[in-house]
């Protein structure tokens, strides 16, 4: 129903490049808490960074199906930082920019972001909000050909190394967005370690008297809020989808350790309470990958998928982080030490339940639906 030869080909040639290029070597990365930028250019070359945008700025505007299959095939790496970092740069940090900026901000930072030239960060959080988008503190003043900006961010993915960055700050018509460079004079950034996600970049970002051309102001002045809610329904899928693509990863790590090793004279596949543990998470994934594979396919339809986004962020992310428990634990001893894979992926998986919206934000967000009835309407309806 939702994959056609097409899609199948892109899996395989995806999965096949991602062993090739970067699998072999994240360890690595991990150890320098830093993607290189040559594996963003080869990705770029392939068009993965541009999935969904438009051809002529150098994408290759493919149904959302295609970059379904690119998130779970960068989640099967079992590298969570580099999945994380990948997704913000293409589904969140270039999304303002390709949705309501100009033309030029489209050619400066859009194009090159797409060919992997410079990498993107959004910028949103700070230090006394982060699920609460509209406590923001940093400001915009307009001073007549330019912004000033002051104030500060915390916990932004690519944040440390982003050639440019999406921020949002309050201005006198209410919260804007701009993007900067990440060279701007009045931008000081410290990076911040992180209990996982190690090969990602995080960092907080100190903005004083940072000058931002009028024309680096995406869309319109006082119309960030909406800007952000509606880019929430990618953002919380993305994060859904990997989290699942990890959790099936997670379990087939255990699943393989199961079937390998021997305890009481027999594997531990055959005793009941393991088989029945496996059995158990198997169901949840298999459930939850259905329901984001319905989400993605009406929202390709142009359906307002706040609600679902939100049941799909929730239910996949403390999904992830189950099984990397359950998962954990078949290991034993083994599954704590360093050297094995589903340690580390236990690690990366935790944060998924915070980023994007905690779990309790996202049943707010499904309550006010369900409960209050409330109804959403897209910044860009009539943008």
């Known amino acids: 129903m939702y994959f056609n030869d097409e899609h199948k080909l892109f899996r395989e040639s995806v999965r096949d490049f991602l062993a090739q290029r970067a699998t072999p070597f994240a360890n690595e990365w991990e150890t320098q808490r830093r993607i290189p930028k040559s594996i963003w250019e080869e990705m770029g070359d392939q068009g993965y960074l541009g999935l969904l945008h438009e051809e002529k700025h150098g994408g290759l505007e493919a149904d959302i199906f295609f970059s379904l299959i690119f998130l779970e095939e960068l989640a099967n790496t079992g590298f969570g930082g580099f999945a994380g970092a990948v997704s913000v740069h293409s589904y969140m940090a270039t999304a303002h920019l390709a949705k309501a900026g100009s033309e030029t901000l489209k050619r400066k930072y859009l194009e090159p972001a797409i060919e992997g030239r410079k990498v993107g960060a959004l910028a949103i959080s700070e230090p006394g909000a982060g699920s609460d988008v509209s406590s923001l503190r940093t400001r915009a003043e ?47 950034r410290n990076k911040l370690e992180k209990m996982g996600w190690h090969c990602s970049d995080t960092a907080e970002l100190f903005f004083e008297n940072a000058v931002v051309p009028k024309e680096n102001l995406i869309g319109e002045e006082g119309k960030g809020f909406y800007y952000i809610m509606d ?49 158990d998470v198997h169901a949840d994934i298999a459930c939850v990958k259905q329901y984001l594979r319905h989400v993605a396919w009406n929202l390709e339809r142009g359906e307002n998928m706040s609600r679902e ?75």
């Open 309 to 383: 986004c939100a049941i799909a962020k929730l239910k996949a992310t403390e999904l992830s982080k189950e099984v990397a428990d359950k998962c954990l634990q078949i290991f034993g001893g083994y599954g704590y030490m360093a050297d094995f894979e589903i340690e580390r992926m236990f690690r990366d998986a935790r944060v998924n339940t915070i980023i994007g919206g905690t779990s309790d934000i996202m049943k707010e967000i499904i309550g006010k639906s369900v409960i209050d009835e409330r109804t959403y309407k897209s910044a860009y309806q009539n943008h």
């Open 231 to 279: 880019s929430f329904q990618i953002e919380r899928l993305c994060i859904a989808i990997i989290s699942q693509a990890s959790a099936e990863r997670m379990f087939d790590l255990a699943l393989k350790y199961a079937r390998e090793r021997d305890a009481f004279g027999k594997k531990l596949e055959k005793m009941k309470n393991i088989r029945y543990q496996l059995a």
């Open 142 to 188: 307009d001073m007549g050909d330019h912004y000033l900006l002051n104030g500060s961010k915390i916990f932004i993915t690519n944040g440390f190394y982003a050639d440019f960055i999406t921020v949002a700050a309050q201005t006198e018509k209410g919260m804007s967005l701009f993007v900067i460079e990440g060279d701007n004079p009045g931008l000081s």
